[in-house]
């Protein structure tokens, strides 16, 4: 037989104790003025001190209790509220290198790389430095460049280099190249060099930062809580089953026979629901990221790649699909409280992609984003 679980006593319950113990200690404190305890204070003394040692530990006890009842009253019980933020990623394509999506534009990338990586001296090289100078010298033929510039000891330009930039960070390099070129060559030589040394050293930033991005295990979106209650063991699921993206795929232009060869290597029914074991409102900025399923940037990858072969067909009109915004997928959140009661919550997953105007490195640039509307 299981034993019943022991009743809590209640805040009114436990004032109703406090009194009683209050009247027991004013008679207990009354008793104990008798005891023979030889002092040179009066009664009146005894009972000043013993009163004033009561009355601040009952005044203590009230107030713990009165703070409880605020945080019991007002915080913990106001449920969570738990909601997903728009975020937008940037999908890259490259010729002979695939797609991929990222969290940070490309230039934000380079800059970050820039800024912690020191520069590899592999990459400062004789055959790197004799390419930009013969380049430059064909480009610069004819002008008062083209004597400076073959004449130039390429050697002693390599060396140069690598002296100035070893053991500096690539941003650092970049401006001591401006810097000590500009000084050693006139009319503005000195410049066009570190110009296009660094355009080299950007190219190999963007491939470091790139390759980093695909070793990474996915894209996120932020979570937050903003109810003023607490939540834990928040479950985020993801359901395609109103096939709301069949349709997007549709206005793309798939065919029955394209849209089954896509869900060959993927599908949309099997995609894991992602939990965490955190709890809200318990750090500072009451939010925690969630991974985008790889089923999910697997879909996203394949409409462009879909809308590019439109493009080339010249088959715009189906490209609409993707300009405006469109219903994608239903976002499911399940969290509990700290008491331990279930709570959900449903959002509709909005989808649009646009290009922008950014192209360089040989990287095709594209924007997306994932909204998410309460659906309740």
Not at 40 to 46: F, P, Q, R, T, V
Not at 282 to 293: K, S
Not at 307 to 326: P, R, S, W
């Amino acid at each position: 037989m299981k034993k019943r679980p022991k009743k809590k006593m209640g805040l009114w319950g436990k004032y109703v104790v406090l009194l009683i113990v209050t009247v027991i200690l004013g008679f207990m404190v009354n008793l104990f003025l008798f005891v023979p305890i030889p002092t040179l204070a009066d009664e009146n003394g005894w009972l000043g001190f013993y009163g004033s040692l009561i009355g601040a530990g009952i005044a203590g006890i009230i107030t713990l209790w009165g703070i409880e009842y605020t945080i019991k009253s007002t915080v913990m019980n106001v449920k969570p509220c738990i909601r997903p933020v728009k975020k937008d990623f940037y999908l890259y394509e490259k010729k002979g290198q695939g797609l991929t999506i990222t969290e940070k534009p490309l230039f934000h990338l380079v800059e970050e790389f820039a800024s912690k990586e020191k520069v590899d001296m592999f990459e400062v090289n004789e055959l790197v430095i004799d390419a930009i100078i013969s380049k430059l010298t064909e480009e610069k033929g004819g002008t008062e460049w083209e004597h400076i510039l073959k004449n130039l000891n390429r050697k002693k330009m390599c060396n140069l280099i690598k002296e100035k930039c070893a053991y500096h960070t690539y941003k650092d390099s970049m401006e001591i190249l401006y810097r000590e070129l500009d000084k050693m060559y006139r009319n503005g030589v000195g410049r066009v060099i570190a110009e296009r040394v660094t355009e080299h050293f950007c190219c190999v930033m963007a491939f470091e930062a790139m390759s980093s991005e695909k070793n990474k295990w996915g894209v996120f979106f932020p979570i937050y809580n903003t109810g003023a209650g607490n939540a834990t063991d928040v479950q985020i699921k993801w359901d395609f089953s109103k096939n709301y993206h069949r349709e997007l795929c549709s206005n793309l232009g798939f065919t029955d026979n394209e849209y089954e060869d896509m869900l060959k290597y993927f599908s949309l029914d099997t995609i894991e629901v992602a939990e965490a074991e955190v709890m809200l409102n318990t750090n500072g900025d009451n939010i925690f990221r969630v991974q985008v399923p790889g089923e999910v940037l697997l879909l996203i990858e394949n409409l462009y790649l879909k809308k590019i072969k439109n493009c080339k067909e010249e088959k715009y009109e189906n490209n609409n699909a993707l300009v405006g915004e469109h219903k994608f997928a239903e976002l499911y959140i399940n969290c509990k409280d700290i008491y331990g009661e279930n709570h959900y919550f449903d959002y509709c997953v909005m989808f649009l992609i646009q290009p922008t105007m950014w192209k360089g490195y040989g990287y095709q640039e594209e924007r997306f984003y994932l909204k998410f509307d309460n659906a309740n």
